[in-house]
């Protein structure tokens, strides 16, 4: 289905009621969006497509606050008239559903249109200055009430167009344009530079892991406490033989090291098998009538397994009939929980005692550790590089990837003494908790950022940023001028003559 929209009927402004409005600095004056746009358009309706000739510009496009042009697809079907579409240096879209109030300025775009769901505003003051009004606190305060209680959040151009907008002299508009980009660059390198801050310890914790299951990080401990630790293999000689007391699986074959890494001594490769008391999956229920229920037990789903801990902040629950029946995924505490299939696959943490009672679905798998592996130790290995990566390796490639249980059983583990598992875990985790500590303050620091950014912008949408300069001319006569462009404009669905833009 394809929409032929025009600009949306140009109507008399009636005067901007600003009793409700605060006190403006002399010689600005309250208008409305309307007042200081040529009409807002809606986009064009078309589906995206691969190839093409023409872009279509999309809300998902805009809501990062840079234009990815490269990913922007295109036109299935282009407007019999793409002229009334082509996006122009100096054009506003701002978004009327979904990302609701999204807007972004376009400067030097690419050959394309612009979608349904975007709203088009051709600015006859400061391009720069309006779109920078259109980032601030009160206009998302005005958005926030125009969309509230709606199902599905939007606005259109009617509400739009009546959006209160502080105006100041011409020059004046430049200035503060001038003073916002001076104090946004300075802000801008300090974001980047807390967001490497960010990276390097993403790539500091990967480091501490994989130095972790090399014996590094216990190297000197393991000096110091050399003849005292008790061979890991020796730990899997008693599993194994207590396995054939019990007349339960045999021993896993021996595993072949070759093209294994070199573990110190006291380590060895095993598969995890060996390691476990069980390695199972969960199950949904499916019984007819069955629906999550307000109270009742907790059911872990993949959403809930993060990096390194069990998220229960928002668990679904089953009732306690269909809990009863789900014997194979029903969890204990320390156990440590996996996911199994989708873009989630190796998150793992371990089982809270607060949530022991609970169930887990087909696509989180429960490792249950037996006495030769310490809980802490295995969620940490499999959070590791090299377990990451071997755990990716051997997922299969379908409609949605996943790996399976016979995987999990084979996967090839180094393990050590279990004194030398709780030295290793102890390093691990006050490395991390330093890291976790550096990470709050760089969050705070970005938040803060934000917050400051927001109070540029307040001020300088109050007149508090720049001086006034008595000399300006007025807004009110700005406005008047502005007011004969548009006269002179309505109807028309080209490009505002550039006589009637506001020249920098």
Not at 144 to 173: D, F, H, R, T, W
Request: net charge positive; hydrophobic share 40%.
């Amino acid at each position: 289905m394809r929409k032929d929209t025009t600009n949306v009927g140009a109507q008399p402004c009636a005067p901007t009621d600003t009793s409700h409005l605060p006190e403006l600095p002399r010689g600005w004056v309250w208008t409305r969006l309307e007042e200081v746009c040529l009409e807002p358009q809606y986009g064009w309706t078309t589906s995206a497509a691969a190839k093409g000739k023409l872009h279509l510009l999309r809300t998902t496009d805009i809501t990062s606050g840079n234009i990815d042009w490269d990913s922007v697809p295109f036109c299935k079907e282009e407007p019999p008239q793409k002229e009334k579409y082509l996006l122009s240096d100096g054009d506003i879209v701002i978004s009327r559903a979904g990302s609701v109030g999204y807007s972004h300025l376009l400067k030097n775009p690419k050959q394309a249109i612009f979608a349904s769901y975007l709203i088009r505003f051709r600015p006859l003051v400061d391009e720069r200055y309006l779109a920078f009004f259109l980032k601030s606190p009160s206009y998302w305060q005005f958005i926030s009430e125009k969309s509230l209680g709606i199902a599905i959040p939007n606005v259109n151009a009617s509400k739009l167009k009546q959006i209160a907008v502080p105006l100041p002299p011409l020059a004046e508009q430049r200035r503060i344009v001038a003073k916002i980009e001076e104090l946004f660059t300075e802000l801008d390198a300090g974001v980047e530079a807390l967001r490497k801050v960010k990276a390097q310890l993403k790539r500091y914790r990967q480091a501490v892991l994989r130095h972790a299951f090399e014996g590094k990080l216990t190297e000197a401990w393991r000096e110091a406490h050399k003849g005292e630790l008790e061979p890991a293999s020796v730990l899997l000689e008693k599993i194994g033989s207590e396995r054939q007391c019990r007349g339960a699986q045999p021993c896993a074959p021996t595993v072949d090291t070759s093209s294994l890494p070199q573990l110190p001594e006291g380590w060895v490769w095993t598969r995890l098998s060996m390691c476990s008391n069980l390695i199972t999956k969960g199950e949904s229920p499916k019984w007819q009538g069955f629906e999550y229920v307000e109270n009742g037990i907790p059911f872990i789903r993949s959403e809930n397994v993060l990096w390194g801990h069990v998220d229960v902040s928002n668990v679904a629950r089953i009732p306690e009939e269909f809990h009863k029946k789900l014997k194979r995924s029903r969890i204990v505490a320390s156990d440590v929980l996996i996911n199994l299939v989708g873009a989630s696959i190796g998150r793992c943490g371990i089982v809270p005692s607060s949530i022991a009672n609970a169930n887990i679905n087909q696509a989180v798998a429960i490792i249950r550790a037996n006495d030769t592996l310490e809980t802490p130790y295995l969620m940490h290995l499999l959070l590791s590089p090299q377990m990451q990566k071997t755990i990716h390796a051997g997922k299969v490639e379908t409609a949605r990837p996943n790996i399976s249980l016979t995987d999990l059983n084979n996967l090839l583990i180094p393990l050590c003494s279990l004194a030398e598992q709780h030295k290793v875990v102890e390093e691990i985790e006050r490395r991390l908790s330093i890291s976790d500590e550096v990470e709050k303050v760089v969050e705070q620091s970005l938040k803060q950022a934000e917050r400051l950014r927001q109070s540029i912008l307040k001020r300088a949408f109050e007149g508090k940023l720049v001086l006034q300069d008595p000399n300006d001319e007025p807004a009110d006569k700005l406005l008047e001028r502005i007011k004969q462009a548009r006269i002179q404009n309505v109807g028309a669905h080209s490009r505002a003559p550039k006589t009637t833009r506001m020249k920098r």
